[in-house]
């Protein structure tokens, strides 16, 4: 005969080695979908580098360029470069991937709210990409060297210090285009009240330019440009909050959750 208890001990190990099973292949498969755009892309890798360093290059003096100090630069940039725009552009098949895995273990309100989310928080993350590189980046680099001009300090950089820099105004203004969705999803967790959110404005604004004074450059004017976009967002997730999320809808939600308990 056959220990009940040791079949009782087995089946949450087999559980859990087919989750690990499931979350290697969806690994897998968003990693193959990221080589292949990958893949797909290398060929222009010069192009696409070009493409991004063309806010600096537009304001570089006459016959200005960008310099190389590592002997692998030239390479290894525009493939860095290059792997990212891949991963930017595969992210929907990754996000699947991760909705695919998490999708089992949740309530269907839950699943209903899941997708608008995560479409929605890809939107305002290109969304924050392009503000940064159609307005934030010329003006920096226009500000930077009206700088350098009196100083009569030649602007060049290194491009791997470009790419650093470039990422991290693209990772601080997608994260900063997300305000709204944050908002959102704080209210509808009963988080906090938007009544809340009005009172807690004059600290918002405080901690929008503290954190732009941290990721832009030293100059007003930088910091101007992603703390009052900052600020915007917030209010306009308020509004989002105040339209979307009301009051009944989040009772019946905790009504249909209360009675499927029982």
Known sequence: MSDPQHNQNEVPEETFISHLVELRNRIIRAGIAVIVVFVGLVYWAPDIFRLLARPLMMNLPKDGKMIVTDVTGSFFVPMKVTMLVAF?????????????FVAPGLYQHEKKLVMPLVSSSYLLFLCGMAFAYFVVFPTIFRVMAHYNAPLGAEMTTDIDNYLSFVLTMFLA????FEVPIVVVLLVRMNVLTVQKLKQIRPYVVVGAFIVSAVVTPPDVFSQLILAVPLVVLYEAGIIAARLFVSKPAVEAEKESEGNAAQ
Not at 173 to 176: E, I, K, N, S
């Open 88 to 100: 930017v552009i595969a992210l929907p098949i990754v996000l699947y991937q991760i909705w695919a």
């Open 173 to 176: 203004f997608g994260v900063t």
